[in-house]
């Protein structure tokens, strides 16, 4: 069952963030916030995890509101796509009692294979119309930021239409027997800080979640479709995501355990990487982050922008959340702002719950080279280049997948 998106803890529940003491170091993920120890794999999956779920919302993403039903209209299918090798579904999500966003879905699944496929799933950063260069697929007419391809006054153009072809690899991803599935994430919540115009609005009361934390939910209504879609292995489901997008996977596997496999890419600050200054020198910090994208997290994280060893979790607690789950946190070479070193530095903090809960967590005690791919419970990946998505992230993406979902 997933772990659903409810039960804030009241601000009383917790200290004031300048109330909690300093820990330079990261804090230990098996000890619970009474100092208490956790020693069984029962603590940890009844006691230790909900407490940090409700810590990770209250001093970080705010919290969400229930999940409403969630009703699929299927737009449009073209069953001979990419040269007759795969079915293209446009599929459009709404929310029963809610007049507000919509979920633009495409999903590509092979049509050669032997029952429901295995799914990688991820918000892109352009619309659904970039992944692919296909002119029927649906144009986004949301805010769309205004450095990519075709984009003009914030607005997708016919020009936009397959500009992130080699980000998504979808071709190469099909050939490998799995689905791809990719929304946009201002179908959810268009990411400026100036204005608040996405989902969030659309639900009564007082949540405070950040918008991180709004596509995090997005991800999951998205897999309350997968559950009634026959194509899809719903105990398949890997979620992939890169930056800002990545962070927002981590969360949505973290929170959401129908995620079999997760896969944050080059996520960095708030996200694989470190809140404490651990790791790579010049690396993002929270004060940064936050003065940056003061949207992305709630309005109490901010009062850790000078002192974020008051933390009582850090990241590597999220990783633990996903236990046992297979993680792979990857990266490149030249991207010191993501903090490669700090989120090794991560898996190893994580790798005691991963061996508690009876996996083997974490499959080595140094960074792996660049170009090889760690493909433990707890994997990495770093190669040469810079801070991007691209076909040669989506082969070590599908060998982490083949491993550990048993894909051939």
């Not at 995890?49 to 737009?75: C, D, I, Q, S, W």
């Not at 069953?79 to 446009?90: C, I, N, R, S, V």
């Not at 992939?240 to 997760?262: E, N, P, Q, W, Y």
Request: proline residues 7%; glycine residues 8%; hydrophobic residues 40%.
């Amino acid at each position: 069952m997933a772990l659903a998106f409810v039960g804030a803890a009241s601000s009383g529940d917790f200290p004031e963030p300048a109330r909690l003491p300093i820990k330079a170091g990261l804090p230990d993920p098996l000890v619970m916030f009474n100092g208490k120890r956790v020693t069984t794999k029962e603590q940890w999956v009844n006691e230790r995890r909900p407490e940090l779920k409700k810590l990770f919302e209250h001093y970080m993403y705010g919290t969400a509101p229930a999940a409403p039903k969630v009703n699929a209209k299927v737009e449009r299918v073209d069953a001979k796509a990419l040269a007759g090798k795969a079915t293209l579904k446009e599929i459009t999500l709404t929310f029963a009692g809610i007049d507000g966003p919509k979920i633009h879905l495409l999903l590509v699944v092979p049509n050669k294979r032997k029952g429901p496929a295995p799914v990688f799933v991820g918000m892109n950063f352009c619309g659904n119309h970039a992944v692919l260069d296909d002119p029927k697929i649906h144009l986004n007419t949301n805010w769309i930021y205004p450095n990519q391809k075709g984009v003009k006054n914030n607005r997708a153009t016919e020009s936009s239409r397959g500009a992130q072809i080699d980000v998504w690899n979808i071709e190469e991803t099909i050939d490998r027997g799995y689905a791809v599935a990719t929304f946009y994430s201002g179908d959810i919540d268009p990411d400026r800080a100036d204005m608040r115009e996405g989902v969030q609005q659309y639900f009564k009361g007082k949540h405070d979640w950040s918008t991180i934390a709004a596509w995090a939910w997005g991800y999951s209504r998205v897999i309350d479709y997968f559950v009634t879609d026959p194509d899809i292995d719903a105990a398949r489901i890997i979620a992939v995501g890169h930056s800002r997008l990545g962070k927002t996977a981590l969360l949505a596997g973290a929170f959401d355990d129908r995620i079999a496999v997760v896969i944050p890419h080059q996520a960095g600050c708030g996200g694989s990487g470190p809140s404490r200054a651990i790791g790579n020198k010049g690396a993002e910090s929270v004060k940064r982050i936050n003065t940056s994208f003061p949207h992305w997290f709630n309005a109490r994280f901010k009062d850790f922008n000078e002192e974020p060893e008051r933390l009582p979790f850090d990241q590597h607690c999220l990783i633990a959340m996903c236990a046992p789950r297979p993680v792979l946190l990857s990266n490149a070479v030249e991207d010191k702002w993501a903090n490669p070193d700090g989120q090794f530095e991560l898996l190893r903090a994580a790798d005691p719950v991963y061996r508690l809960v009876g996996k083997t967590g974490l499959g080595a005690t140094k960074m792996p080279p660049v170009g090889k791919l760690l493909d433990s419970t707890l994997g990495f990946y770093i190669r040469d280049g810079k801070h991007s998505m691209n076909r040669e992230d989506w082969r070590a993406f599908l060998g982490f997948a083949d491993k550990h979902l048993k894909t051939k």
